[in-house]
Nanobody, 127 residues
Framework: QVQLRESGGGLVQAGGSLRLSCAASENTYRMTTMGWFRQAPGKEREFVAAIRWNSGDTAFDYADAVEGRATVSGDSAKNTVSLQMVTLSPDDTAVYYC??????????????????WGQGTQVTVSS
């Protein structure tokens, strides 16, 4: 069973930046789509950003809430994905989850479309 492990969370001041990383426990299967989701207390898990590789092309998708502030990147050969975010606000406080799928996900914004997910990493933005 492939496991995903996130790293890079922590306490950040408002206006600051962070970089989250995620790696799969093995490369037996190459992931085609990898994404980031987040869940704040009392709220549903929501899409943040995703990256998808297909025959040399790379597609990106961002939630409106982070558009312009987030950059997702990754390495399909290593099954890794990162999320860089700037100009953080307390509204970005959440547990951030990495998700991955071996398939080509046409719709990358639904968490349950992905086959694998990590345990999450806490990001807290102080005002």
């Amino acid at each position: 069973q492939v496991q995903l492990r996130e790293s890079g969370g922590g306490l950040v001041q408002a206006g600051g930046s962070l970089r989250l990383s995620c790696a799969a426990s093995e490369n037996t299967y190459r992931m085609t789509t990898m994404g980031w989701f987040r869940q704040a207390p009392g709220k549903e898990r929501e899409f943040v950003a995703a990256i998808r590789w297909n025959s040399g092309d790379t597609a990106f998708d961002y939630a409106d809430a982070v558009e312009g502030r987030a950059t997702v990147s990754g390495d399909s050969a290593k099954n890794t994905v990162s999320l860089q975010m700037v100009t953080l606000s307390p509204d970005d406080t959440a547990v951030y989850y990495c998700e991955a799928d071996r398939g080509f996900l046409h719709y990358m914004r639904r968490a349950r479309n992905y086959d694998y997910w990590g345990q999450g990493t806490q990001v807290t933005v102080s005002s």
